[in-house]
């Protein structure tokens, strides 16, 4: 599994060695003397160790003990009073001492309270925190645990043990010995309204699966802090604790200022409570350094990281943690480009860790190896640079350090599920940019073979990450580093004048890095679970998939408590999952193959059909890099990328909507100049156009290659990754047998029930077009026409066909049906959503009442997430509704639309729109396009003819330039 920034691994050590006797203090009795009680609580919550007054409250305890006066009451103050002296005494031997003695009192006495010698092994079980003994702290809870389920299973201590025992085995890393202990604890805390306990389970949950998949971590940290403040657990709304791990959390899944803002109010909450905690204190600063740098605000992370090593030296000098909070103000420093005083700092840091780290393969002394190289290549020490990225490398490896700067293992066989590279994959990708560096002020085409030569090997790493990652979010976020280190390959090689066989091989390498994310999610689904996990986690999959969609169309403002309970069972489902994947891992070295499939390919020319051209673009700051193929010929192109292309981009759009032909063949003429320069088509007849970032809201029909438009001689596809990985280039005629027809209508003025169904999704220009008087969906009356023309049509050519109009037209019909038909049409809203894509959808019903009769029906989304969960058998998939086919962009995602989801599903194509277009254009449009489909004519081809006629009739080019076909994968 990838691990988790250094914030993450800082966070797990504060949980586990803290100090919880606050757990305890609700189960002390202190019928024997409150006082004695009193004056040992006030003594642990003091922040100074005052070992003369502890060791006269301990004679009196201990004295009270032999006497068996009270014994349950005084062994707590007695514990207590050990905790105290192992933890804050910093003498963990004391403490172990004072509970054995405690034992053998107990001992001689024969004393038939078994509870008192639990209390004994679960005390022992906490000072072994203290002296890191993860393994000491399992097997006392544990052995207390057993001990007391069978003397008194209803003991107040029993949830204690239970949170204790989970977060025992998570420190050990032995997740799944420690999600035994969640499911009673939740049990308990149910059964008693133990909310604190509830809470605790969630929250220990989160924190530990925060090293495997970020994006589920946040779930369980959210529904922690939503308890907390709905059922008011002041213990934990007041515990700095629950905001660190809200912040590490959403410091991991990239949302940094919600992060800053839960360090914020840890700090606050800190300093109401515990004013006096400059340790603590000096965690929160570090925190709040690190969100500011991760949102590029670097003076200030300076500023916070300045406050948090100040309050670290006055604690402990150039302590191993100051030198930490040193290593990320270098790093902060390196991202402003003071590199005179980052090379001072990091060469600090850089020499402490080099000396005290016992393995120079840890995070600290690789990360320290990694700014130093930064620095020094900001001034320009390009070989001194280099060199330290050798030995972050070998180092890391165990291996002698070669002089040569460029060498590289064969990194390939150092592959091991058990191990984080994410280390050395930074190492080669900083390497690589310090040739490019190099490259731009000093061009030497001997680098380029170097340069090739540590992508292609810094690819098997991105690739064995892809295939052990557990969460989307990490996933989404390796192909955005793979995308932007691809750009930056493509711009090193422009600037050496690289071969062309040289940009072959980058091509190969470099193809893969758009739409990583479709791809890998589609080849890891494919082989994770068919046959590893076990039949209950694909129900249970299934089950999490349904209730997420309910979950959805509730607001935990509006129905807190329906909320709380279908998230509950939704985490619980989570869990479940999550510990199945750990038990049943995916075979990695099976992934891996089939995901390096494309890099390893023979030639830039598979996969290509005779007839076909393939256009690739990739913007990078600089540059637009063109990459031109057949299935005989490779020529790549690149110029300098202008700086006014997405405003002219946008201002075609808008000339195209206001209906200004004179305008819009202006804009097409210069785009097209930028885009086809020196390219010509070499008489094919398909083009597949790949486009990348806002050349996604291109309508290319439009466009020309060598002053001829493009419509003229070429039938269009568009592709969301590379020709390399086409699943198949044979028989590309349509698969023709059956047909499914969906058409909701909205023509009685249904109103909006959802309340999902709002202008967030959507724009407001867009949402103004869509939605009728604010109150209810705008009819669509041609759409029914559409389906029942194009029905009637299909059944007399001889296909199977369904036509599911009006109130029949429901997602749960969708989902029963869509999997067996060849062509599935659907007329209807589409509503996008760019903050969040997987909730863009098509607008269809849901009934609510099933009983004969009296069914009610509510507008509701076709999501694009839920589409994509869907096994869909369709040659086609046509989208007859408003801006199917674009949404937002992601770099090394692709576009994130609506029918994204339906090539996740398995679709082979898909028909979809760039824009809104009329409903009875669209029907007249859609019953020419089938027409021709009839006659035999590929999809491409039917498309640009029905195009071609519509231009011929006089139709605006707003009327027909929007329809685009997608292949799929």
Request: with cysteine; aromatic share 10%.
């Amino acid at each position: 599994m990838i691990r988790l920034p250094l914030i993450l691994l800082l966070q797990l050590i504060v949980f586990v060695s803290f100090a919880q006797t606050s757990v305890y203090k609700p189960y002390f009795p202190r019928e024997a003397d409150p006082a004695l009680w009193e004056e040992a609580w006030l003594l642990t919550e003091a922040n100074e160790y005052n070992a003369e007054k502890a060791d006269s409250l301990l004679i009196l305890s201990m004295d009270r003990l032999t006497q068996n006066r009270q014994p349950a009451a005084n062994l707590m103050v007695v514990t207590l009073l050990a905790d105290y002296m192992g933890s804050m005494g910093r003498n963990p031997a004391r403490g172990k001492e004072i509970l054995d003695n405690s034992g053998k009192i107990f001992s001689s006495q024969n004393d038939t309270l078994h509870i008192a010698w639990v209390y004994r092994h679960s005390m022992m079980a906490y000072n072994s925190v203290y002296t890191r003994n993860a393994a000491g702290i399992a097997t006392h809870f544990r052995k207390a645990y057993h001990v007391l389920m069978t003397l008194d299973n209803n003991h107040p201590l029993v949830p204690v043990l239970q949170y204790n025992l989970m977060q025992a085995f998570f420190q050990m890393r032995k997740v799944v010995e420690g999600f035994e202990y969640f499911n009673p604890l939740i049990e308990h805390a149910e059964k008693n309204d133990e909310w604190f306990f509830m809470v605790n389970a969630y929250l220990g949950a989160g924190n530990i699966i925060k090293f495997y998949n970020p994006g589920l971590s946040l779930e369980f940290l959210q529904y922690a802090f939503f308890l907390a403040n709905r059922h008011q657990v002041d213990r934990h709304l007041n515990d700095p604790f629950l905001y660190i791990s809200l912040g590490s959390a959403h410091t991991a899944t990239d949302h940094h200022k919600q992060a800053l803002e839960y360090y914020q109010e840890g700090l606050e909450t800190l300093r109401e409570h515990n004013p006096r905690n400059k340790s603590l204190e000096s965690s929160f600063l570090y925190y709040m350094g690190v969100s500011h740098g991760n949102m590029g605000n670097y003076f200030p992370a300076i500023n916070y990281l300045d406050s948090a090593a100040t309050l670290e030296m006055e604690l402990a000098g150039k302590s191993r943690n100051w030198h930490r909070t040193m290593g990320l103000k270098g790093k902060n420093l390196n991202f402003a480009q003071q590199f005179d005083q980052a090379q001072k700092i990091n060469q600090e840091v850089y020499n402490y860790f080099k000396e005290t780290t016992a393995h120079q393969n840890s995070y600290y002394f690789q990360n320290a190896s990694l700014e130093l190289m930064r620095s020094y290549a900001g001034l320009g020490e390009y070989d001194l640079a280099l060199q330290l990225g050798q030995e972050a490398i070998y180092t890391f490896l165990a291996m002698e350090v070669p002089e040569d700067l460029f060498v590289l293992p064969n990194l390939t066989q150092h592959i091991s599920p058990d191990r984080n590279y994410l280390q050395l994959e930074e190492a080669l990708y900083l390497k690589l940019d310090i040739m490019r560096q190099m490259a731009l002020e000093n061009p030497d085409q001997e680098i380029i073979p170097h340069m090739l030569h540590h992508f292609e090997t810094v690819t098997h790493f991105t690739d064995f990450h892809a295939s052990v990652v557990a969460s989307e979010e990490t996933l989404s976020a390796l192909s955005a580093r793979f995308k932007h280190n691809a750009n930056k390959l493509l711009d090193g090689l422009v600037v050496l004048e690289a071969a062309k066989e040289q940009m072959q091989e980058a091509y190969l390498l470099a193809a893969r890095s758009k739409a990583y994310l479709l791809q890998t999610e589609n080849i890891i689904n494919q082989y994770h679970g068919k046959e590893g996990s076990m039949m209950k986690s694909q129900e249970e999959k299934a089950r999490r998939a349904q209730l997420n969609i309910r979950l959805l169309d509730i607001s935990p403002a509006d129905d807190p408590e329906k909320w709380e309970e279908l998230t509950r069972e939704i985490l619980h489902l989570e869990k479940n999952i999550f510990v199945a994947d750990i038990l049943n891992p995916v075979e990695t070295d099976q992934l891996m193959q089939h995901m390096a499939s494309g890099r390893n390919a023979g030639s830039v020319n598979d996969n290509i059909r005779k007839d076909e051209m393939v256009i690739d673009f990739y913007q990078t700051e600089k540059h637009l890099h063109t990459f031109v193929i057949t299935d005989d010929s490779f020529h790549a192109f690149s110029r300098e990328l202008p700086g006014n292309l997405s405003e002219m981009a946008t201002d075609l759009f808008r000339q195209i909507k206001m209906g200004s032909q004179a305008n819009t063949n202006r804009l097409a003429s210069a785009i097209s100049e930028i885009l086809f320069k020196d390219i010509e088509t070499d008489r094919k007849n398909h083009l597949t156009i790949i486009p990348d970032e806002n050349l996604h809201a291109l309508p290319f029909d439009i466009l020309l290659i060598q002053n001829n438009p493009l419509l003229e001689a070429h039938a269009i596809s568009y592709r969301y990754s590379s020709h390399l990985y086409r699943t198949s280039t044979g028989d590309t005629s349509p698969r023709f047998r059956s047909f499914l027809a969906m058409a909701p209508v909205f023509d009685n003025n249904q109103p909006l029930e959802s309340d999902y169904l709002t202008a967030q999704y959507t724009s407001e220009e867009e949402y103004r077009d869509i939605i009728k008087d604010g109150l209810s969906l705008a009819p669509l009356p041609a759409t029914l026409e559409e389906t029942e023309a194009l029905t009637e049509t299909l059944a007399l050519a001889g296909l199977q066909t369904m036509s599911l109009e009006r109130h029949e037209a429901t997602r749960a019909n969708f989902k029963k049906h869509a999997p067996e038909f060849d062509i599935i049409h659907l007329s209807t809203h589409g509503f996008s959503n760019n903050n969040e894509p997987e909730k863009s959808g098509l607008a269809l019903f849901d009934s609510i009442s099933n009983e004969p009769g009296t069914e009610t029906f509510v507008t509701s989304l076709l999501k694009t997430g839920e589409i994509a969960t869907r096994q869909l058998n369709a040659d086609l998939v046509v989208l007859s509704a408003c801006k199917s086919g674009y949404g937002a962009i992601h770099k090394g995602e692709g576009i994130m639309g609506i029918s994204r989801g339906f090539i996740a599903a398995g679709a082979n194509n898909v028909v979809a729109s760039l824009w809104k277009v009329h409903d009875q254009k669209t029907r007249m449009f859609m019953l020419t396009f089938y027409g021709y489909l009839l006659q035999g004519k590929e999809y491409a081809e039917a498309l640009r003819l029905t195009k071609l006629e519509k231009q011929r009739e006089g139709w605006l080019t707003m009327d027909w330039a929007g329809f685009i076909l997608i292949d799929g994968l």
